[in-house]
């Protein structure tokens, strides 16, 4: 294991890693399931936006309730910078299906099932604190761009957010 020892000023901050998975839909008794054909598989880096960075202080501090609760899918392939405050094209949002904690990070798991977001290609992904877009409690954490995939009720999508602090 490998130790750093930071210099007085140096800056410390939380990263995330994006898996993608797209599978073929495959059913069992006429109900959707995870396990069909992959046909899509990328891990990507993302940028935690500012707004996510001092959330996570606030969280620290004990001065707000607000956590990671949704993910947001969009369109645009615009290169993520911190100072976004959320998605360039959003046209889906979803409740997280788990946050899995361990050690010093946690692993949020989002499923797009058939029936979920057809009719777009997603190449952007980010974690929100609200189900709803533009809301007082709304912000965004991250922002990944992702390879574009075009969604429809043959292909499920798995996005999987580990954040390491």
Known sequence: MTRHTL???????????????????RTRTG???????LLH?????????????ALMAKQLGG???LFAIGLAAGQSNQVAVAAQTGLIDERF???ITSAIPAGRSITFRFFMGTQQGNGFTYAEVALVTSLT?????????????????????AKTITYACTVTF
């Open 7 to 25: 210099r007085i000023g140096e800056e410390v901050r939380p990263s995330a890693v994006w898996t993608v998975e797209v599978r073929a839909s």
């Open 31 to 37: 109900r959707p399931t995870r396990c069909g054909r």
């Open 41 to 53: 598989r990328e891990r990507t880096n993302n940028v935690i936006l500012d707004g996510g960075g």
């Open 63 to 65: 001065q707000t309730p």
């Open 93 to 95: 949002r979803g409740a």
């Open 133 to 153: 877009k533009g809301g007082a409690n709304d912000i965004a954490i991250n922002r990944a761009v992702v390879a574009p995939i075009a969604k429809n009720d």
